[in-house]
């Protein structure tokens, strides 16, 4: 997601992100954060941080990966192999270009609504990969299983791993707002004879 002034972000394909132009951004038209997202939380809480964009037109000819299902996660474990995408730092030592990377990692730790993924002596996300995806194979089926939040270690980023949302313990509160996205926004009764316009958000 990129933002390129606009007040809303934008989706972009690009393998860098420096590439990207208005001309090639495909605006949102709307963005709902996670009612219960936090900033900081008591260690091991979860701090919801999750957010939903929809964009102005619909993307034509890229299938959208399948999330996680509750049924689904059940069979990941520690050690699980895990696909890590991002535009982030490779390395402290490297500064970040805004190339797309990835790299293969594992789950290091489950929890009830979050991941922790990779560790020292594997690849692992960075700064600048805030949002991105972690995908796991589950019986020869890709599935999103995780969106990148923050350093497991705030005071060793880059080092011991980072924590993920799970798609699949926030499925009531994505599936909501995913319906909601279809309906038209609510406004206040018409009166003094003002017709009531309704606004249909499109897709």
Not at 76 to 91: E, F, P, Q, R, T
Not at 127 to 134: E, L, V, Y
Request: one cysteine or more.
């Amino acid at each position: 997601m990129v933002f390129l002034g606009r007040r809303l972000p934008g989706f972009v394909l690009e393998p860098r992100v420096t590439a990207a132009t208005p001309e090639t951004t495909d605006p949102a038209s709307r963005v709902v954060i996670h009612p219960e997202f936090v900033v900081q939380a008591d260690s091991g809480a979860p701090i919801h941080d999750l957010a939903l964009v929809l964009l102005s037109k619909p993307l034509r000819g890229v299938a959208p990966e399948k999330l996680l299902s509750k049924s689904e996660s059940a069979h990941i474990a520690a050690g699980d192999a895990v696909d890590l995408v991002g535009y982030g730092w490779m390395s402290r030592a490297t500064p970040v270009d805004g190339t797309k990377n990835r790299g293969r990692s594992k789950v290091v730790e489950t929890r009830s609504a979050e991941w922790v993924i990779g560790a020292p002596t594997g690849a692992q996300n960075c700064d600048g990969d805030s949002g991105g995806p972690a995908f796991v194979n589950i019986r020869g089926k890709r599935r999103l299983m995780g969106i990148a939040s923050r350093s497991f270690d705030e005071k060793a980023a880059c080092v011991s791993g980072t924590i993920h949302v799970r798609p699949d313990a926030e499925s009531i509160w994505i599936a909501a707002t995913l319906r909601s996205f279809h309906r038209p926004p609510e406004f206040p009764p018409a009166s003094h004879g003002v017709a009531r316009r309704t606004v249909t958000a499109g897709r």
